[in-house]
């Protein structure tokens, strides 16, 4: 069993930057891949980002790519979501998850692919 915790949410302006953490507990998060969805008010949550287990390789949203970055630290049990030059269309409460399936199977973007999940956390950019 793995528990999430994000962190960073807030507010920022529209250009401003946040960093989202989030904190798993278990000596298997360094075999997980690792991903961020988003779900903004009256809409589906949507994959925004995810990381294979080694930080090795990233994937990304069309919407976010080239301002957003993931990583993480396997060390410290950690994943990262840097957000830069935010939109207001940013706005949403960010959740971190966990793929639990073997290393070497392929990262996936589908929500329902992922095992656990954060509580989530608020990130609203204003304009």
């Known amino acids: 069993q793995v528990q999430l915790v994000e962190s960073g949410g807030g507010l920022a302006q529209a250009g401003g930057s946040l960093r989202l953490s989030c904190a798993a507990s278990g000596r298997t998060f360094r075999s997980y891949a690792m991903g961020w969805f988003r779900q903004a008010a009256g809409k589906e949550r949507e994959f925004v980002a995810a990381i294979n287990w080694s930080g090795g390789s990233t994937y990304y949203a069309s919407s976010v790519k080239g301002r957003f970055t993931i990583s993480r630290d396997n060390a410290k049990n950690t994943v990262y979501l840097q957000m830069n030059s935010l939109k207001p269309e940013d706005t949403a409460v960010y959740y971190c998850?966990?793929?639990?399936?073997?290393?070497?199977?392929?990262?996936?973007?589908?929500?329902?692919?992922?095992?656990?999940w954060g509580q989530g956390t608020q990130v609203t950019v204003s304009s």
């Open positions: 998850a966990a793929d639990r399936k073997p290393v070497g199977v392929a990262v996936s973007t589908e929500r329902y692919e992922y095992d656990y």
